[in-house]
């Protein structure tokens, strides 16, 4: 089992910035692939980034070149940096640890233009 804690979320202006944590806990060995979802109202819940061990990553386009994901090991910690963000970039942003079903809780993020 693991349970996964997201943080950093909150109101913010077109063009700031936040920095999204996920804080990783219980029965494992090593993290496998890390992942960063959002979703939006009234639309389906979107992968925005992955990390696949420390340096592999991946984004949707949609977030390229504004948003870098990241891990520590040593702090069990996946890390969602978002720059110049947009209004729609609101959404509720989960953490997840890729191919399984371990989700956290989730953290709103709201950017208002």
């Known amino acids: 089992q693991v349970q996964l804690v997201e943080s950093g979320g909150g109101l913010v202006q077109r063009g700031g910035s936040l920095r999204l944590s996920c804080l990783a806990s219980?029965?494992?060995?090593?993290?496998?692939?890390m992942a960063w979802y959002r979703q939006a109202p009234g639309k389906q819940r979107e992968l925005v980034a992955l990390?696949?061990?420390?340096?592999?990553?991946k984004y949707a386009d949609s977030v390229k070149g504004r948003f870098t994901i990241s891990r520590d090991n040593t702090k069990n910690t996946v890390y969602l940096e978002m720059n110049s963000l947009k209004p729609e970039d609101t959404a509720v942003y989960y953490c997840?640890?890729?191919?399984?079903?371990?989700w956290g809780q989730g953290t709103q993020v709201t950017v208002s233009s």
């Open positions: 997840r640890v890729s191919g399984t079903n371990f």
């Open positions: 990390v696949i061990g420390g340096a592999k990553t």
């Open positions: 219980g029965s494992y060995d090593r993290l496998p692939a």
